[in-house]
């Protein structure tokens, strides 16, 4: 299994999917993992966004009045782009530390369910906090859980 990690790794897909305001799931990155074979992510930072009211996903770009689904190439044509976000509630209780699914608030919850959707890529591992500990696992790839 390969995993991508917020923040993205790629050029294309610098947007975090888990930082400050906004997360960016676009055509692109659906196209990107599946290319490279990523068949789950791995969610950071969730407990940094506890505070906010309102959580902006960058679902496609606006470019000279087109809207696309993908960032377009090239520096000068970035630069006029304008996001379209998608916004969901901010959730505005602690997460850090959190290890159970279950207990995240529904608003996180339901933030998790809609990027997996838009990256059609589940969701394995959810971080609250600087501790390894501090992982909700939705789904552990790796085989037998360890210390199960």
Partial sequence: MRALSAPGSEAMARNSVAMATQSSVSASRRTSLAMNGVTGLCLTKLDVMDTLETIRICTAYELDGKTLDHPPLGADAL????????EMPGWQTNTAGMTEHDALPEA?????????????????LVSTGPDRAENVIVEWPFGALPGA
Avoid: F
Avoid at 79 to 86: D, G, S, T, W
Avoid at 108 to 124: C, D, G, K, T
């Fill in 79 to 86: 630069e006029r782009c304008v996001p379209v976000y998608e």
């Fill in 108 to 124: 996180a919850q339901a933030y998790l369910q809609r990027l997996q959707a838009l990256a059609e890529v589940p969701i394995h």
